[in-house]
């Protein structure tokens, strides 16, 4: 069976005064092993994020840094902020997916990213807003990246529910979270703490966990698999 083409949205970062866009390689290792062909894009306009989602299967929006509050009509109090025009690909991407009726899957900053898109605020700190801390490389003590954090409780009747049952362990690398569900979105996931942490909508799934750091796990590899199943079938 020929693989699908998944699309990843890129970050950025600054090597030697020049733009580098890039991927971690834990995204390009976990859709390799779900049995697709990862690759990283970039959109600058929304023609070019058209024919980035007429020619692949799919599309994965990546983890990264804050989104900007001005996305949802709120002044910048603790946001860490990406680049802009990276943070333009990434609403432009995720509108011709969505536009396109193909699957999408979004990480940690990726379900912030669809929550911002269709202008719902987010929580800005978590740890001002309940005191917890949802970042394990900041605990204590702190946390291997490739360990599991804390327990998340799954909704019945979605996908995450079929895959994880009602309870499940996560890892955690975020500071901010939804502060409401998108509309026409189901949320599908919380944590201990009651925050977002899964929501879903016809082919779109977002977790705000990274299930690609634990993809030795069969039950977090599971959510690419159905991912990649699903482009499969685009």
């Known amino acids: ?23 971690g390689q834990t995204y390009y290792d976990y859709i390799l092993k779900a049995g697709g062909i990862p690759a990283s894009v970039y959109a600058d306009t929304e023609e070019t994020a058209q024919q980035i989602a007429d020619r692949y299967s799919g599309l994965v929006l990546t983890g990264g840094e804050d989104c900007d509050p001005a996305l949802y009509g709120e002044e910048n109090t ?19 997916f969505v536009k396109a009726g193909k699957p999408i899957l979004a990480i940690c ?38 360990a599991f954090a804390h327990e998340n409780t799954f909704v019945k009747g979605t996908h995450l529910h079929a895959v994880f049952s009602d ?3 996560v890892n955690t690398f975020h500071h ?5 569900c998108p509309p026409g979105y189901t949320v599908s996931s919380y944590s201990y703490d009651g925050l977002i942490e899964g929501i879903e909508k016809d082919r779109i799934t977002g977790v705000q966990w990274h299930p690609e750091r634990l993809a030795y796990d ?17």
């Open 1 to 23: 069976m020929k693989k699908p083409l998944i699309a990843m949205s890129v970050r950025m970062t600054e090597f030697w005064n020049s733009r580098q866009l890039y991927n």
């Open 78 to 96: 603790h946001s860490d902020i990406i680049d802009p025009a990276v943070e333009k690909s990434d609403i432009l991407l995720y509108r011709a």
């Open 109 to 146: 900053r990726g379900i912030q990213l669809i929550a911002a898109a269709e202008g719902c605020s987010l929580i800005q700190d978590i740890p001002e807003y309940n005191g917890n801390q949802h970042n394990q490389r900041q605990m204590d003590p702190p946390l291997d990246s490739y």
């Open 167 to 169: 309870s499940y362990r």
């Open 176 to 180: 901010q979270a939804l502060r409401v």
């Open 218 to 234: 069969p039950k977090h590899l599971k959510i690419a698999q159905d991912f990649i199943r699903d482009c499969s079938d685009s």
